[in-house]
Structure formats: C-alpha cells, structure tokens
C-alpha cells in the first residue's frame, strides 16, 4: 500500500421498506407465539413468547426479529424476482428503523415518506438510506426508544 493512501470500506444495501401501519398481527391460540405479517399475509417472523409477556413487548420482540431476520419476496421489472430483508417506517415520527437491537439504525429527513401498504425497495449505503432520490440521514437519536416507540404502535 502507497504512503497516504487509504482504503474505503463502503456498504450499499437493498432492503424492503414496510410501514408499520401496514404489519398484522397473528397470535396463537394458546397466546404463546406471535407471527408478524405484511399486508399480503407473509411472514416477516415468528416470536415464542413466556407466559405473562405483555401486548408491547410481544410486538417490540415481533419487530425486532423481523428487523432481524425478515424477507420479502418481490418481483420487480428491473431485477426480477428477488428477497430483501426489511426496514420499517413509523410514520408517527418519520423515522425508519433498519437492523435488530441493541444496534438498530435510524434514518429520517423529518419529513413523511409515501408508502403504500406494499412498501418499496430503498438502498442504504455510507451516505444513509435512499427512498428514491431522496436520501435520509442517520440520527443520533436511542435506538430502543425508537423500536419501543415502533413496537407501541403494535400493541
């Protein structure tokens, strides 16, 4: 490596943005698991839950293992059939939530993003996440007040 050179490491992700307004619910009977859904009824995740988990907690454990874990399947006309995991949108606050805690990421502009209940594909790179040509920036804002915040919704 030459002297003053340097080598940058940059990140250029897809994921699915999902508003949360668009999630379902879907508990067992016994009430000891919850499955979280998007409008088109997939499963974004799968939570057990111990006996005595509260409404919210139950919905912040669903959100944080669909941040964690959870695909969608689209087919787009420019890439074709292809599964992303997801970010979610609260419209609430115009923050978008990507990665599982302790290390969930925020990203907003302060201003409203237009989704319809099927979401759309964004792009994060080192520059912050791209919803269209509009570029959202990471906050420094408490990542679990956010999820709780995201997860308040769903109780």
């Known amino acids: ?3 003053g050179s340097a080598i940058w490491h940059t990140r250029t992700m897809r994921l699915w943005l999902l508003d949360i307004t668009s999630i379902r619910f879907s ?3 016994s009430g000891s ?4 859904l998007t409008s088109r009824r997939e499963v974004l995740s799968v939570v057990q839950l111990e006996q005595g988990t509260s409404v919210e907690e139950a919905a912040l454990q669903g959100f944080d293992s669909a941040l964690s874990r959870g695909r969608v399947e689209r087919v787009l006309p420019e890439v074709g059939r292809q599964s992303w995991g ?11 939530a990507v990665g599982p805690l302790p290390k969930t990421e925020v990203y907003s502009d302060r201003h409203a993003v237009e989704l319809d209940d099927d979401g759309c594909l964004v792009t994060l790179d080192d520059s912050g996440l791209w919803v269209g040509s509009r570029l959202l920036t990471l ?3 408490d990542s679990v007040a956010i999820t709780q915040s995201i997860a308040a919704y769903g109780g």
């Open 86 to 96: 997801v970010a979610l949108y609260d419209p609430f606050t115009a923050h978008v």
């Open 27 to 29: 508990w067992a009977p």
């Open 33 to 36: 698991c919850l499955s979280v």
């Open 139 to 141: 906050q420094e804002s």
């Open 1 to 3: 490596m030459c002297a």
